[in-house]
Nanobody, 125 residues
């Protein structure tokens, strides 16, 4: 079992930055591929970024590439999402999620076994 707790959300103006954190507990953190997803009102949950536990390979949705950076600190059992140049369309509840490190369909919501409770990000225009 893995418990995930997100933090760092808030209200920011367009063009601003936020850094989300997700603290994990329960199992060996480096065994997990960690993902960030988001869900806007009335829309499906969508992939944002993912990072492997071993090797640190990263993956991004086209909509955030060049603006968002995912990273992790295995010693602190924490994954981060640095969000720069925020746009109003980035407004959503952001969730972190965990799955096996070898999992390849990292864009797929149903592939993740563990989820945090979410943190709200609101970008004003």
């Amino acid at each position: 079992q893995v418990q995930l707790v997100e933090s760092g959300g808030g209200l920011v103006q367009a063009g601003g930055s936020l850094r989300l954190s997700c603290a994990a507990s329960g199992r060996t953190f480096s065994n997990y591929l960690m993902g960030w997803f988001r869900q806007a009102p009335g829309k499906e949950r969508e992939f944002v970024a993912a990072i492997r536990g071993i090797g640190g390979s990263t993956y991004y949705a086209d909509s955030v590439k060049g603006r968002f950076t995912i990273s992790r600190d295995n010693a602190k059992n924490t994954v981060y999402l640095q969000m720069n140049s925020l746009k109003p369309e980035d407004t959503a509840v952001y969730y972190c999620a965990a799955t096996a490190n070898y999992y390849n369909n990292y864009r797929i919501v149903n592939g993740y076994a563990y989820w945090g409770q979410g943190t709200q990000v609101t970008v004003s225009s």
